[in-house]
């Protein structure tokens, strides 16, 4: 299972990558869009100075036609790094594209994937994550968890080295139901990750045992024993 985290706000990144088991990031134009108008090579040098070289970084491109997203693809490799994923939106063009890419030795990661169809064509063509929109589908009324459960099963049955990473998620139960489905990632905003702990349960909990600690130890904690 890998935890991926969906901002660019460098002050998130620092602080997630230290408090949580993060294995990567995600971005894209509307993330990058909530940074202002910032240079966005530079930007995404730093991002990748804080995740460090181990973690996944995924950079989506911009351009509609094939054409124009291999030329920006080998633009991310050249400004940013190798090892960069190239999210790619699976249109018919992106499709073409990640086929290219694939066969050219790129890290892919398909992505705006809304249906079964969808997720299976990119799979085939070759991209290493199926970035599949689990609130966006809700939105349009379309079963989520039948597409995640769906696009597991092709995966399993045709043996390639391809994952579901989980995006759009707008609460925890989201993000367990597409565990659930067969995710083998989830990419996440930290606002949300912050809500997993949002429980007054929680605090009531490490309150009580403090205080039987306490009736016992006084204030000293293991340390001073």
């Not at 997630?16 to 088991?21: M, R």
Request: proline letters at 3%; aromatic letters at 8%; glycine letters at 6%.
């Amino acid at each position: 299972m890998e935890l991926m985290l969906d901002t660019a706000n460098l002050k998130r990144i620092a602080e997630a990558v230290e408090y949580y088991p993060i294995s990567g990031l995600t971005t894209n134009p509307s993330i990058f869009k909530a940074e202002g108008h910032i240079d966005f090579f530079a930007h995404a040098r730093e991002i990748r100075r804080i995740i460090g070289k181990d973690r996944t970084f995924h950079i989506q491109v911009i351009s509609t036609d094939c054409q124009g997203i291999l030329k920006e693809a080998e633009t991310i490799k050249r400004k940013v790094d190798e090892n960069v994923y190239i999210k790619t939106p699976v249109s018919r063009e992106g499709l073409k594209a990640i086929g290219i890419m694939s066969r050219e030795g790129f890290n892919v990661t398909a992505t705006a994937i809304y249906t079964t169809i969808q997720a299976e064509l990119a799979m085939l063509a070759g991209a290493d994550y199926l970035a599949l929109y689990y609130n966006r589908m809700l939105n349009l009324d379309i079963d989520a968890d039948k597409v995640f459960s769906q696009t597991a099963d092709a995966i399993a049955a045709s043996g390639k080295d391809c994952k579901i990473v989980g995006a759009s998620f707008k609460n925890v139960m989201q993000l367990t139901n597409a565990i659930a489905d067969g995710a083998q990632a989830l990419t996440v905003p930290p606002e949300l990750l912050d809500t997993a702990f949002a429980n007054p349960s929680i605090d009531l909990a490490v309150a009580n045992f403090r205080k039987d600690w306490s009736t016992v130890y006084g204030d000293k904690t293991l340390c001073d024993l």
